[in-house]
């Protein structure tokens, strides 16, 4: 599971995935690094440091290096998962920005440049977030004029795909009044599937009596083949083949260099897996990955998050690599000591809580490299594995992106607070509180949130259970259990805030941005549909409705303009809590009807006037509402029999010449 950055209080912090020869010489650049790189659309892009880079011995640079180089190998498998046409599509990109040399100066170019810039973003032609098709503003002719001046050609279907409006409209479509599966234009899928046969098909393997279920559908197409239904798997020798072999080249060098011998042992396992495809063999792995905690680097790597799929079954590639930032994971790690404390009081029924909270590990990160799903955007918080059995059995880790944080808030400002908190006493409270109350939701979302609970014996897998809403409820259900102890006594007895006043912040930034400040990511007319909004908005709205009777959270229009006060935090805190009773109920019983109807009630549907609103007052402030990075680049340095003796990080790169780089030095699909 991922938190995403938002837009909301004091920054974008507030809440809550290439081989060179190299020169000689290890020379440092030691000055401040700019942090904002450029703007497009509606899209910033930045930089951040790597600390604790120089801190590390060569032989555990050498492994954060292999690591990098195993997750760019996979980044084409992203681009062919979101769309057939992608990879056609950005080879063309790439061709065009390499070679053309003509008039770059005019508005046609202006446009095309954009656009392409957008598509490399969005890993693929639909928006990243909310998953539209990135709609050209140049004309056909004039692409077909650069790709004639690069002798580059494209099929006609990719041509009608860019620019025939009907035509792969929206990647992912989680409207359960269509076949969702038929009207989804990623590449999960193939030709003639239907949602009915997808259901049916898993349906007949469900056991739900087995106790270690695997994640059914994780790691292949599902295709018509001689009119059955067939599971076209990723794997070595199979599909996505010639990618894979190359990250698992990488990873079997890193392995050589591992820092113990269970993290060499995961990723021995790991290999297999890609060789095979088999999902017990992932399994196997995760309980390894989620147990060897020791070491100071660590990594993501694999078929993980399911958002990209609306039924919730096939997961996007994705790769980050980190590592450990020693005094902040120290703090934060009195959060996971305490887990069982927080599942024993939190306001869950008796049988819906773990007697036993285990294995639970929360550290802070500087991320070193990041490819497919997990970039150019980046979540700012990880939980995995995702697979309950695992997690409830075995454990799980929870990572916060230190240095992405660090980088959000240097190209944050106060300017959404002041434009829409109530008043200023709301202002100086995020002003103050607001940095630490987003670690610390983060933490207890990552940490506790993902980590509680227990599904009754006998139900099904939540992507079985509650198939199109269980990522929004799981969301949902994390941002709840942070939200209710946040307010808690027991964070300023365990010395992780100093005051309750943190909890408010966390309280105003959260409902202020639910109701209000996120809707400046949707265009106009446009629902709610990526799993995180839906979650902030459920939750907002219904508590917000559950309060009104007592005026918990009051609703304001001053001038024109709408406020929620929030009058009373102690009863947020219990409708905080209500709501997530239920939800977990929902979870542990997989009672679909009562999940669809929370988010369909109160998390899709956006007030017209509101929404017309939000953007009026937002558009002055020029803030994009969407981030991203440019990443460093290794640089081996060799000695004179050709051996590594150092790596250095390079980080100077613009967005569109990473882009070019990366398309060089590691594409493996085409």
Not at 255 to 284: P, S
Not at 515 to 538: A, I, K, P
Not at 550 to 562: A, F, L, M, S, Y
């Amino acid at each position: 599971m991922k938190i995403q950055h938002i837009v909301a209080f004091t920054s974008v912090l507030a809440l809550s995935a290439a081989c060179g020869g190299g020169e000689e010489s290890t020379e440092e650049n030691t000055g401040p690094m700019e942090t904002t790189v450029e703007r497009f659309a509606d899209i910033q892009i930045l930089r951040f440091e790597v600390p604790s880079w120089n801190k590390l011995s060569l032989k555990q640079k050498e492994l954060v290096y292999y690591l990098s180089q195993a997750g760019l190998a996979g980044r084409d498998i992203n681009y062919d998962q979101n769309n057939r046409f992608n990879l056609e599509i950005r080879r063309a990109l790439e061709a065009i920005h390499e070679k053309y040399t003509g008039d770059k100066t005019t508005g046609e170019w202006k446009k095309f440049d954009e656009w392409s810039k957008q598509i490399f973003f969005s890993n693929g032609i639909h928006h990243h977030y909310s998953m539209d098709k990135i709609r050209p503003k140049f004309s056909a002719a004039y692409l077909d004029k650069l790709m004639k001046a690069v002798e580059h050609n494209l099929s006609p279907e990719a041509l009608d795909a860019i620019f025939k409006p009907e035509l792969e409209k929206k990647r992912k479509v989680k409207d359960p009044n269509v076949d969702m599966i038929v009207a989804s234009a990623n590449n999960f899928y193939g030709k003639g599937v239907t949602q009915k046969m997808v259901e049916d098909f898993y349906a007949q393997k469900q056991d739900l009596n087995d106790p270690e279920p695997i994640e059914l559908g994780l790691n292949s197409t599902l295709i018509l083949k001689n009119g059955k239904l067939h599971e076209d798997v990723w794997k070595s020798k199979g599909k996505y083949g010639a990618a894979i072999d190359q990250i698992i080249f990488w990873l079997r060098k890193a392995v050589k260099v591992a820092e113990n011998d269970q993290q060499a042992r995961a990723l021995k396992v790991l290999i297999e897996y890609y060789k095979t495809g088999n999902l017990r063999k992932w399994d196997e792995y995760n309980v390894i990955w989620s147990t060897a905690t020791k070491g100071d680097i660590d990594y993501i790597n694999g078929f993980i998050e399911t958002y990209g799929d609306a039924l919730g079954k096939r997961a996007n590639y994705e790769s980050i690599v980190q590592i450990n930032d020693f005094e902040a994971s120290k703090r934060m790690a009195t959060v996971a000591k305490n887990a069982q404390w927080f599942e024993d009081n939190s306001p869950l029924m008796p049988e819906h809580k773990k007697k036993k909270v285990v294995g639970v590990s929360y550290k802070v990160v500087e991320v070193a490299s990041e490819s497919g799903d997990a970039a150019p955007s980046t979540p700012i918080g990880v939980n995995l594995p995702n697979n309950n059995w695992i997690r409830e059995i075995h454990g799980s880790k929870s990572v916060s992106l230190g240095n992405i944080i660090e980088a959000y808030n240097k190209a944050g400002g106060p300017a959404v607070t002041e434009e829409f908190a109530n008043d200023q006493e709301e202002i100086d409270r995020a002003n103050k509180y607001g940095a630490i109350a987003g670690k610390m939701h983060t933490a207890l979302h990552e940490v506790v949130g993902h980590a509680s609970g227990q599904i009754n014996k006998g139900v099904g897998q939540p992507s079985e259970t509650l198939q199109n809403y269980a990522s929004t409820l799981e969301e949902a259900r994390a941002d709840l259990v942070g939200l209710y102890f946040i307010m808690d006594q027991k964070m300023v007895d365990l010395g992780l805030i100093e005051t309750l006043e943190v909890g408010k912040a966390e309280y105003d930034g959260y409902i202020r941005n639910g109701l209000l400040t996120q809707l400046q990511r949707l265009e106009m007319g446009q629902n709610v549909e990526e799993e995180h909004m839906q979650n902030r908005q459920l939750v907002s709205a219904w508590v917000f409705e559950k309060g009104q009777k007592d005026k918990v959270i009051e609703k304001i229009t001053r001038n024109g303009k709408t406020y929620y006060d929030i009058r009373d935090y102690n009863k947020l805190r219990t409708l905080f809590g209500e709501l997530l009773r239920e939800i977990q109920r929902i979870k542990s019983e997989g009672d679909y009807q009562a999940g669809k109807a929370l988010v369909e009630t109160y998390g899709v549907k956006v007030d017209k006037k509101t929404h017309a609103e939000v953007l009026r007052r937002v558009k002055p402030l020029n803030i994009a509402p969407y981030s991203g990075f440019v990443y460093p680049v290794f640089v081996p340095v060799m000695d004179h029999e050709g051996k590594i003796k150092d790596i250095r990080l390079e980080n100077k790169q613009t967005f569109i010449e990473q882009m070019l780089y990366y398309g060089k030095n590691h594409s493996f699909l085409y």
